[in-house]
């Protein structure tokens, strides 16, 4: 937590976000992600907040203990609860002119999950549901999902319920988030609380602040082109448009049905699509302002897709550090942050690898970390179905460094590099146990010389380096592995976890 605290943070809340109208004010209330089967962070002084009476008194009580505050004249309240131990459950009241009572209450780690459809993709979707359905089990796993949508503004409250694991509603779970939480749950034998505020075929620009994104300098230009093409979008045209492509579909499928062949891909609506994804910052306003200050251990994040477009792929370096400190800031506190790196896809006409390597280079960023899934996709499908996989990697990363657990923390990341005449030396960390090459084909790795052609390289491997050389190029300038879209992995670490993508050039001499 920054030295600022949470009470500076209520405070700025309530003077940006959009508050309920007086005539709801008459009553104490709640935002929605206080309710019923609710975690709370352990360890922290968590923050509680809702809306009464101007200059009503408020009093907040779980199990024995009791804080008391004050309405502001704009009707809203704040306060911390005490530190709590993980456990429960327990009960929350909250007493003004009427009183509110939230049962079966839990205290342990709470994680937020945010992102596109990898990170929205439910547990039903995933490898194996029925056994995973079967095996769900875990009444102290809770799963909030954020229903609202995007908005011009920021919101002071969203949609969504809580709801306790078992088999009757783990489809409906985020499974990256959902298998991430299994994982710390049987680690750390605490309650786990899992927020998941995510929306599929949106770009990264969407859950960032409009605000920070405005005074951002590196992002000048790439908001300026998105705004300006935001004023430029005739929603008449747009309208007529989709009712003529509408049409000529629907005779298309009638041909096809009749003709015993497949039916054409239905077109999409590009006015529907506008209202999911917001202006720049609409998810943001939508989805995740209404969550602070709400008390979490870290943040993960599932997204990328929608940003390998190549006028687009270069920016998200800036875009992915910008959402952190924007998120952190806003929150008051410097939260582990992970993110899963993109997984192996042939997406034609995308940019994969700009985006991956812009994920690498965020990790500069304190505190953040990074599964890589570059073996774990599917090369035809943009949602890969191993999710399981996906959470137990960003919770080796969360367990190993957030909660001190013993264990690999990720795959090979790539440190350092050396020039050495007609070869490479690169040197890795996380290789637990040693490097390890397995392919029976091409290595994966390939060097440039001057003239920018890049060939396909021998590699040795030498504990935690790795020898990088090719008979074709005298002269190496710039060495790359795993660098295409659908690449095939042949790195590992003695944990078998997969290398990190990467390209370098020789350092000047």
């Known amino acids: 937590m920054s030295r600022h605290g949470w009470t500076l943070l209520l405070g700025f809340c309530s003077t940006v976000l959009s508050l309920p109208t007086a005539s709801v004010r008459a009553d104490v209330k709640l935002p929605a992600i206080f309710s019923e089967h609710m975690v709370l962070q352990a360890d922290v002084a968590a923050p509680i907040w809702g809306w009464a009476e101007p200059g009503e008194k408020v009093v907040i009580t779980i199990g024995s203990h009791a804080v008391e505050t004050t309405a502001t004249a704009e009707g809203r309240w704040s306060a911390s609860l005490p530190k709590l131990s993980a456990g429960g459950p327990q009960t929350l009241t909250v007493t003004g002119r009427n009183t509110l009572t939230v049962g079966d209450v839990l205290v ?34 809770r799963m909030f999902t954020v229903s609202s949508g995007a908005s011009n503004s920021a ?40 927020i998941n505020s995510s929306v599929g075929g949106t770009p990264i620009e969407s859950w960032i602040s409009p605000e920070a994104q405005r005074a951002s300098p590196e992002l000048q230009q790439f908001f300026a082109a998105r705004q300006a093409e935001e004023a430029k979008f005739d929603v008449v045209a747009a309208k007529a448009k989709y009712e003529r ?16 062949q497949a039916a ?29 200050p709400y008390a979490i251990r870290g943040a993960l994040w599932y997204q990328g897709e929608a940003n390998t477009v190549p006028d687009k792929a270069g920016y998200y370096e800036d875009q992915l550090k910008l959402l952190v400190t924007d998120w952190r800031t806003r929150w008051g506190a410097e939260f582990p942050f992970a993110w899963v790196q993109l997984p192996n896809f042939a997406g034609n006409g995308r940019d994969w690898p700009t985006v991956r390597e812009a994920m690498a280079n965020a990790t500069t960023l304190p505190e953040t970390g990074m599964a890589i899934t570059i073996d774990i996709g599917e090369t035809n499908d943009i949602h890969p179905k191993n999710k399981q996989e996906v959470g137990r990697r960003l919770a080796l990363w969360t367990l190993g460094t957030v909660y001190g657990r013993p264990g690999p923390v990720s795959g090979p990341i790539l440190t350092s590099h050396e020039r050495r005449g007609r070869e490479f030396v690169l040197t890795f960390q996380h290789t637990d146990q040693g490097l390890r090459l397995n392919v029976q084909g091409p290595s994966g790795f390939e060097v440039a010389g001057p003239d920018g052609a890049w060939k396909p390289a021998v590699v040795v491997i030498e504990q935690d380096q790795v020898i990088v050389a090719s008979p074709d190029v005298a002269e190496p300038v710039a060495v790359r592995y795993a660098w295409s879209n659908d690449p095939q992995a042949t790195l590992f670490n003695g944990a078998g976890l997969p290398a990190a993508p990467f390209r370098v050039e020789a350092k000047p001499r």
Request: hydrophobic share 40%.
């Open 108 to 141: 342990g780690e709470v994680w937020l999950g945010s992102g596109q459809s990898n990170m929205a993709m439910t547990v039903n979707r995933a490898r194996d549901f029925e056994q995973e359905q079967a095996a769900a089990t875990f009444p102290q796993i």
């Open 155 to 194: 919101q002071a409250d969203c949609r969504g319920t809580w709801e306790v694991c078992s088999p009757e509603t783990v489809a409906r779970f985020s499974a990256t988030a959902y298998f991430f939480g299994r994982e710390l749950h049987r680690t750390l034998n605490v309650p786990v609380g899992l």
């Open 245 to 260: 492509d509408f049409e000529e579909w629907q005779a298309a499928v009638k041909k096809a049905k009749a003709d015993g």
């Open 264 to 292: 054409p891909r239905k077109p999409r609506d590009p006015i529907a699509l506008r209202q999911v994804k917001g202006n720049v910052g609409g998810l943001f306003n939508g989805k995740i302002a209404p969550l602070i």
